[in-house]
């Protein structure tokens, strides 16, 4: 059973900054693609930051230049830091890994509000 973790959440003021990370456990195979979603109040989930099983990394146009996503493989666990947070950052934030297109799994969640 493959089981995502999130943790690194919180409160934080306009301008400031948080580190996400997401704890995989359950399986031994290599996820192709991990990646970061958010869904804030009243709008659909959409996807934040992506990184390959070779590194390379996505960003939404939201989080360029501020956000940076990484993953240790070694470890199975995700990385987002997310700098000069603004309001719109507020979100409930959700790790997502693929080991295939069968194969998707989804962390529980974890609130960001970012105060102005």
């Known amino acids: 059973q493959v089981q995502l973790v999130e943790s690194g959440g919180g409160l934080v003021q306009a301008g400031g900054s948080l580190r996400l990370s997401c704890q995989a456990s359950?399986?031994?195979?290599?996820?192709?693609?991990m990646a970061w979603y958010r869904q804030a109040p009243g709008k659909q989930r959409e996807l934040v930051a992506a990184?390959?099983?070779?590194?390379?990394?996505r960003y939404a146009d939201s989080g360029k230049g501020r956000f940076s996503i990484s993953r240790d493989i070694a470890k199975k666990t995700m990385y987002l830091q997310m700098n000069s947070l603004t309001p719109d950052d507020t979100a409930v934030y959700y790790c997502?890994?693929?080991?295939?297109?069968?194969?998707?799994?989804w962390g529980q969640g974890i609130q960001v509000t970012v105060s102005s």
């Open positions: 359950g399986t031994t195979m290599l996820f192709q693609v």
């Open positions: 997502n890994a693929k080991i295939d297109p069968g194969r998707n799994y």
């Open positions: 990184v390959y099983s070779n590194g390379t990394p």
